[in-house]
């Protein structure tokens, strides 16, 4: 996707924000921040959190395969503040090992499994985490990942089977075959127990598993003939009741809904009338109703009307909430416990070179024109990057050790080498008593607090779903003079499925022992098999404004299309006494306080402070099994600052328009390869622009990857100067159990022309370097 630029001449309000905000590029440096794996019945759900907001876009392919690229968004971050990080999975059986890394195909994150899983994907409530469902590798542990206590279920309804034409032979579970070695009779076979989170309640074409794709000049595969429907459908049947009797709801949903993706056999009416119940037991009450009405509809005269009217006149009415069923009262237990550790080694070295070449015409009268050469190696540096991850865990306590540091070292200039430690905490959470505490440098999880800081957090759950929380300490700005100490509670009702959650929290900073933000504020959160939610309103006290209000939300429809939305408006930077500065004339904070007052101090930074505003909408919809078509639309702007004593008052920017279209391929040429292709047009107050874009991975024989990427963009403005960038590069990776290898090239050639000048420049890069990772 293409980021929003600001022309020029409204470059000030980039770079007063960038001042402002001191140590921006050090802070969004780290994304990722570490992955959880829960065993949920025959599933297991694996979170990956982040370090900061993330919007999730979409992802591909959407069902199974051995590389999963998720595509997201992180507000606020800049193209030049990305490095790339990887996280691996934590020691589990789980499900396959895996490792995550960002970013890759330009604003994807990858994760890349050992063995081939099927997934279903969405993002977390808390806005801050994505979650992947993927089945249970067979004979998995049970106490090597968490097990969510069992609830007590109704009696497991009945199928009532219409009456075959012929008797028809059961057949046994499909054996698990690639893909693209898939022999015709089954190619509605899937890998052995792919479990997604739902599917959808009117059978379409999409819904069976994906066709092998077709060999390069190979025959058709043949139709599937009746016998062989009839004997694919009794066994996705047959699967989906013994998965019901194992209390297995959204297996038997998955395996219902092949069965009703197949043309219509003996099992469809049954199938049909049980896929309902089986969404009312697992709390769907809406999609039940959608199912119960679609059997009276195509059976008015079937064997089951009469209990399908029974179920659905017992249904909860609109708007009432259904009970939810009790849990089973046992006690917990402790389990074998061992401690595990796993995290990663890597070391990358960059170089870069430019090259710039500047055309000026002859000032009248004169002929000869003036050109001025510059060539420089502008980036020589190697960055090491350190994770190491610790854990003990049983049936009742959780423990965990977090250490994530980075080092630069800059050859061209030392004195601008850095390490920073973005995380070494210790945190320990216990089931019985309902504790949670964390202890050192973390990054925020909600609460109104807005940076990585050095400190406490505690939870305690007094209540079933209830939760109250207690946060203190400093704020890590690595480049900041300032010292900001802070403390704030807050109260979590926490979401269930279908049901709305909530955070309300009060927060207090001092920066060098003066009141800096003073703020409540409330989180809201909602998920159901098809949507998230999430919700933030951050109001200052103190300044008397708001900070945030956001709002973004996700859902995907039964064909599998996934819509997005994003509204946000918030300070920025948030409400502070450092956005007084660029006013004070020199002065630090505590002088400007000792002459001309705090008071006055806060109108100039409430003065100094713009407001920035964005809408974001958009889709992604599976045209067919290899393409994903996706559209959105973007509206941006930063407004005007008011004038103080010293800084007149500056214009806003205007509202930037940004329309893009992209098309993800998966499976084109081999199994797991990925083409991404975009475009985008962008509409400024002063300018326009277009840029294409277009990326391939290839993945040879599970060990080699190769990148392939292609930009293109140009503007022009109402200056009549006219920019034209085309930024090639070649990524190659190879891995050596436990070892990574990368190395990548790339080139930017910019070309700009305008009324008083033209500017040629050319800059190559090289990057290489190794991840080691510690499992």
């Given at each position: 996707m293409a980021q929003l630029q600001l022309h020029p001449r409204y470059g000030?309000?980039?770079?007063?924000?960038?001042?402002?905000?001191?140590?921006?590029?050090?802070?969004?440096?780290?994304?990722?921040?570490?992955?959880?794996?829960?065993?949920?019945?025959?599933?297991?759900?694996?979170?990956?959190?982040?370090?900061?907001?993330?919007?999730?876009?979409?992802?591909?392919?959407?069902?199974?395969?051995?590389?999963?690229?998720?595509?997201?968004?992180?507000?606020?971050?800049q193209e030049s503040e990305i490095v790339e990080e990887t996280l691996t999975s934590p020691q589990t059986d789980l499900v396959p090992r895996f490792s995550v890394a960002y970013p890759k195909l330009g604003s994807a994150m990858a994760i890349t499994f050992d063995a081939a899983t099927s997934w279903e994907v969405r993002p977390g409530a808390d806005s801050r985490s994505i979650l992947i469902v993927v089945p249970v590798l067979r004979g998995a542990r049970d106490f090597i990942a968490e097990v969510r206590a069992p609830v007590s279920l109704?009696?497991?309804?009945?199928?009532?089977?219409?009456?075959?034409?012929?008797?028809?032979?059961?057949?046994?579970?499909?054996?698990?075959?690639?893909?693209?070695?898939?022999?015709?009779?089954?190619?509605?076979?899937?890998?052995?127990?792919?479990?997604?989170?739902?599917?959808?309640?009117?059978?379409?074409?999409?819904?069976?598993?994906?066709?092998?794709?077709?060999?390069?000049?190979?025959?058709?595969?043949?139709?599937?003939?009746?016998?062989?429907?009839?004997?694919?459908?009794?066994?996705?049947?047959?699967?989906?009741?013994?998965?019901?009797?194992?209390?297995?709801?959204?297996?038997?949903?998955?395996?219902?809904?092949?069965?009703?993706?197949?043309?219509?056999?003996?099992?469809?009416?049954?199938?049909?009338?049980?896929?309902?119940?089986?969404?009312?037991?697992?709390?769907?009450?809406?999609?039940?109703?959608?199912?119960?009405?679609?059997?009276?509809?195509?059976?008015?005269?079937?064997?089951?009307?009469?209990?399908?009217?029974?179920?659905?006149?017992a249904l909860p009415k609109e708007g009432e909430r259904p009970q939810a069923p009790a849990r089973r009262s046992r006690p917990l237990k402790r389990g074998p416990a061992e401690w595990t550790a796993y995290g990663s080694l890597a070391q990358y070295y960059y170089t870069g070179k430019s090259q710039i070449e500047i055309t000026t015409p002859p000032p009248p009268g004169l002929l000869d024109f003036t050109t001025d050469k510059l060539s420089m190696t502008d980036q020589n540096a190697l960055i090491t990057n350190l994770d190491i991850n610790a854990r003990r865990r049983d049936g009742i306590t959780d423990s965990r050790i977090v250490v994530r540091e980075a080092n630069t070292h800059n050859f061209l200039n030392s004195s601008r080498s850095y390490s920073r430690l973005?995380?070494?905490?210790?945190?320990?959470?216990?089931?019985?008593?309902?504790?949670?505490?964390?202890?050192?440098?973390?990054?925020?999880?909600?609460?109104?607090?807005?940076?990585?800081?050095?400190?406490?957090?505690?939870?305690?759950?007094?209540?079933?779903?209830?939760?109250?929380?207690?946060?203190?300490?400093?704020?890590?700005?690595?480049?900041?003079?300032?010292k900001k100490d802070f403390y704030g509670i807050s109260i979590d009702m926490q979401p269930q499925p279908e049901q709305f959650g909530f955070t309300g929290y009060v927060i207090q900073q001092r920066m060098d022992g003066f009141l800096n933000r003073q703020a409540v504020g409330l989180e809201t959160r909602y998920f159901d098999m098809n949507s998230t939610l999430y919700g933030m309103l951050d109001y200052d006290t103190l300044y008397k404004g708001i900070n945030i209000a956001m709002l973004q939300g996700n859902y995907r429809s039964d064909?599998?299309?996934?819509?997005?939305?994003?509204?946000?408006?918030?300070?920025?930077?948030?409400?502070?006494?450092?956005?007084?500065?660029?006013?004070?004339?020199?002065?630090?904070?505590?002088?400007?306080?000792?002459?001309l007052g705090i008071q006055q101090?806060?109108?100039?930074?409430?003065?100094?402070?713009?407001?920035?505003?964005?809408?974001?909408?958009?889709?992604t919809h599976p045209w067919s099994p290899h393409w994903m078509l996706g559209a959105d639309y973007r509206a941006a702007s930063i407004s005007s600052t008011e004038a103080t004593a010293t800084i007149p008052a500056m214009p806003?920017?205007?509202?930037?328009?940004?329309?893009?279209?992209?098309?993800?391929?998966?499976?084109?040429?081999?199994?797991?390869?990925?083409?991404?292709?975009?475009?985008?047009?962008?509409?400024?107050?002063?300018?326009?622009?277009?840029?294409?874009?277009?990326?391939?991975?290839?993945?040879?024989?599970?060990s080699w990857r190769f990148d392939v990427a292609l930009r293109y963009y140009t503007q022009n403005d109402d200056q009549d100067q006219k920019q034209e960038r085309i930024s090639p590069s070649f990524k190659i990776g190879y891995r050596w159990e436990p070892v990574t290898l990368e190395a990548e090239i790339g080139t930017e050639n910019v070309m700009i022309d305008g009324p008083f000048s033209s500017e040629r420049s050319n800059r190559r890069y090289l990057f290489l370097g190794y991840r080691l990772d510690l499992r």
């Open positions: 000030w309000a980039a770079l007063l924000s960038a001042t402002l905000s001191l140590s921006a590029a050090s802070v969004w440096a780290q994304n990722l921040e570490r992955i959880e794996i829960t065993r949920m019945n025959g599933t297991a759900e694996i979170r990956i959190s982040f370090a900061k907001q993330v919007r999730y876009l979409r992802h591909t392919p959407p069902g199974a395969g051995k590389v999963l690229n998720v595509f997201v968004e992180f507000p606020g971050q109704p009696p497991v309804p009945k199928a009532v089977v219409a009456t075959p034409p012929a008797p028809t032979p059961a057949v046994p579970t499909p054996a698990a075959t690639t893909p693209a070695a898939a022999p015709a009779t089954t190619v509605a076979v899937t890998p052995p127990q792919p479990v997604p989170v739902t599917a959808p309640a009117t059978p379409s074409p999409t819904d069976a598993a994906p066709a092998a794709p077709a060999t390069v000049g190979a025959p058709t595969a043949p139709a599937m003939t009746s016998q062989e429907i009839e004997n694919l459908a009794k066994g996705f049947h047959d699967e989906a009741m013994k998965a019901l009797e194992e209390r297995d709801l959204v297996r038997a949903i998955n395996r219902f809904n092949r069965t009703l993706g197949l043309p219509p056999n003996a099992q469809t009416e049954s199938a049909q009338a049980m896929i309902g119940e089986v969404r009312e037991l697992n709390g769907e009450i809406a999609k039940a109703k959608a199912e119960y009405d679609l059997y009276l509809k195509l059976y008015p005269n079937g064997v089951q009307v009469a209990r399908i009217r029974e179920k659905l006149a973005y995380s070494a905490y210790v945190e320990q959470s216990d089931r019985e008593l309902g504790y949670f505490v964390r202890a050192g440098r973390q990054t925020p999880m909600g609460g109104g607090v807005m940076e990585r800081f050095d400190g406490l957090n505690v939870g305690y759950n007094f209540a079933d779903h209830w939760r109250v929380n207690g946060v203190a300490g400093n704020a890590v700005e690595f480049m900041s003079p300032y064909d599998g299309t996934n819509y997005f939305t994003y509204i946000d408006h918030r300070k920025t930077p948030p409400y502070g006494l450092t956005s007084a500065l660029p006013g004070l004339a020199g002065l630090s904070i505590q002088d400007a306080i000792n002459t101090v806060r109108a100039d930074a409430k003065a100094l402070t713009a407001t920035s505003n964005m809408l974001a909408i958009g889709l806003g920017s205007g509202t930037n328009h940004v329309i893009s279209l992209q098309a993800i391929g998966n499976n084109l040429l081999e199994t797991n390869d990925v083409g991404v292709i975009n475009t985008s047009y962008i509409k400024g107050s002063t300018y326009n622009g277009l840029a294409l874009g277009g990326n391939y991975v290839y993945l040879y024989k599970d």
